[in-house]
């Protein structure tokens, strides 16, 4: 068995296998929405939101296991520039998972929409209506949501130089495998 400290505690580990999948979906639920004029627009916006939600609530609780239970040290070979970039990104993606929620609430509520979870739950207005942050939030949502993209495929691509180049055991501590070394 792996020692304590060489892997992440199983809620982190939980928390992100199941945030990966639902950020994942909601990137290629956001694209279908914005290309599809049918029936589905609807269908894809009522599911677009709850989902949206789900991730704000869940990237909170995640933020306090990350700041109640630090994660394992990186490996002591590990060049300071790789370090570096997987301190950036890791806190970029945590910004992004509040972010991103937070800023299509906003939107909604500046373009005086109803932000409804359900047929009976509706969520209160964070912003007054006004078109000019509508319109600002609206082209920001998308901006960074590309942004999440970008950086998924970067934290993905790491994840697999450790797990297939280096072996280093980085990937293990995530997925709940026994490191190598
Ligand atoms: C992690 C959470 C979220 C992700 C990854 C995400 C992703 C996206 C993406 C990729 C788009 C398409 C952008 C474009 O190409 O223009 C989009 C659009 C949109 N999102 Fe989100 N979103 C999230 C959360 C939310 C939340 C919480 C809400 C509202 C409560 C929301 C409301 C909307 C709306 C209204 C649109 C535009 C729909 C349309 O124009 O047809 N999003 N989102």
Known sequence: M?????????????????????????????VGMVASVSERHDWLVRVH??????????????LAVRLRHPPPPLPADLPLLQRWAAFASHWLLYALMLALPLVGWAMLSAGGYPVMLSHSLRLPA??????????????LHA??????????????GAALYHGLVRR???????VGWRPRR
């Open 2 to 30: 792996a020692r304590p400290t060489d892997m992440f505690v199983w809620p982190a580990r939980l928390l992100h296998w199941l945030m990966a999948a639902m950020i994942l979906a909601m990137l290629f639920i956001g």
């Open 49 to 62: 939101k709850p989902l949206g939600i789900a991730i704000l609530l869940l990237a909170v609780l995640r």
């Open 126 to 139: 964070i912003l007054p209506a006004n078109g000019v942050a509508f319109a600002v939030l609206r082209h």
């Open 143 to 156: 901006w960074l949501a590309v942004l999440l993209f970008v950086t998924f495929l970067a934290h993905l």
């Open 168 to 174: 280093d055991g980085v990937l293990g501590s995530m």
